[in-house]
């Protein structure tokens, strides 16, 4: 079955290139040009491999339509954009991006990307985070995880703190996962990009902080002071003390 990609780019000259190209990659592609009507696709509920998203939209932002598409699905959102500061860039991870790529840019990257972008969401939406070493047999059996307040089920993919479900994004649940499966180990930011992105790190310190600050501000009493993803300073970091 071809992959499906939308792709939400007001330029047609640009639009028309992509959508060209991935088209002979093999995905199929389904072209809108404005945000309000991205926005509707959304709505809709069809079902999409991943989404190409520009910032710079008529009628509706680009941040506006990925909040919309974050309420409603965790499919992959890969920013393309000419805006290239770390601001922009932190604004689009934090509202749920999986990546960003800056215009102008190379069709084979663009292509790179978004095989990488699907592929790491097939391994989320089967509740898979490679690791170095396995998680323990317990956890890896176990359908939910608990921990103190707060539970990880891997069927769903989702966590629930008190009763009530926390909207996690596929990285920040990817994150919650890999740190609930491996109680007592600590994880460098490198390893951490390097299970949860599937890709070389390269120090850019900014996505690995974001999508930390992000979690921690869903699922902590006081994001200030962590209890469930505790910072060793200098080293990585690690799950606190809040096995049940």
Not at 71 to 78: C, D, E, H, I, K
């Given at each position: 079955m071809q992959q499906r990609v939308l792709l939400i780019e007001d330029?047609?000259?640009i639009s028309r290139m992509v959508s060209s190209y991935l088209v002979k990659e093999g995905y199929e592609v389904e072209q809108v040009f404005d945000g309000e009507a991205a926005e509707r696709k959304v709505r809709s509920g069809e079902a999409y491999d991943l989404v190409l998203l520009d910032l710079m939209l008529p009628r509706r932002s680009g941040m506006d339509v990925l909040q919309s598409i974050r309420?409603?699905?965790?499919?992959?959102?890969?920013i393309m954009s000419a805006k290239?500061?770390?601001v922009d860039k932190a604004l689009g991870l934090g509202f749920g991006a999986d990546d960003y790529?800056?215009?102008p840019f190379s069709m084979i990257e663009l292509a790179a990307r978004?095989?990488?972008?699907i592929r790491r969401a097939g391994y989320a939406a089967a509740g898979t985070v490679r690791a170095e070493e396995p998680p323990a047999a317990e956890a890896q059996q176990a359908k939910v995880i608990p921990l103190r307040g707060l539970t990880v089920n891997l069927d769903t993919f989702s966590a629930e703190k008190h009763g009530e479900e926390v909207k996690l994004t596929a990285k920040e649940f990817q994150i919650?996962?890999?740190f609930a499966a491996n109680p007592g180990r600590v994880y460098?930011?490198?390893?951490?990009?390097s299970l949860v992105w599937e890709d070389d790190y390269y120090g850019d310190e900014n996505v690995i902080n974001v999508h930390m600050r992000r979690l921690r501000e869903k699922i902590e009493d006081d994001p200030s002071h962590p209890e469930y993803i505790k910072t060793l300073w200098g080293i990585g970091y690690k799950l606190g003390d809040v096995l049940p």
């Open positions: 330029d047609e000259d309420a409603a699905s965790l499919v992959p959102v890969l290239d500061s770390d790529i800056t215009k978004v095989k990488a972008a919650l996962r890999l460098t930011k490198a390893q951490i990009y």
